[in-house]
Nanobody, 124 residues
Framework: QLPLVESGGGLVQPGGSLILSCAASGFTLDYYAFGWFHQAPGKEREGILCMNSSGGITHYADSVEGRFTISRDASKNTVYLRMDSLRPEDTGLYYC?????????????????WGQGTLVTVSS
């Protein structure tokens, strides 16, 4: 089984909202940092947000500032990405990632656990 299982992707109209889920198995959220990554078609994977083990959030991509945010529910061992005011350029695969560390990073190589990816398509 994958240590992180993602869900929640789908087709949404511009201006709409989605919530993506990242459920952890085999470990709890304590002492872990979680990042969310976006990979647009034909482009490199880009770190967009991170939550440290204390719940602090860092935005790495200016394009999602004020539109995307991370939350967590420790009782469900799940981290969420809420996406509002979606744009066509938000289309692509979204990955969650985790590391047993209290600190955040925007870089792929930092993370030791990865979700399988979930596809978001923003189109009329």
């Amino acid at each position: 089984q994958l240590p992180l299982v993602e869900s929640g992707g789908g087709l949404v109209q511009p201006g709409g909202s989605l919530i993506l889920s990242c459920a952890a198995s085999g470990f709890t959220l304590d002492y872990y940092a979680f990042g969310w990554f976006h990979q647009a078609p034909g482009k490199e994977r880009e770190g967009i947000l991170c939550m440290n083990s204390s719940g602090g959030i860092t935005h790495y991509a200016d394009s999602v500032e004020g539109r995307f945010t991370i939350s967590r529910d420790a009782s469900k061992n799940t981290v969420y990405l809420r996406m509002d005011s979606l744009r066509p350029e938000d289309t692509g695969l979204y990955y969650c990632a985790a590391n047993q560390n209290s600190y955040c990073s925007q870089y792929v190589g930092y993370y030791t656990y990865w979700g399988q990816g979930t596809l978001v398509t923003v189109s009329s």
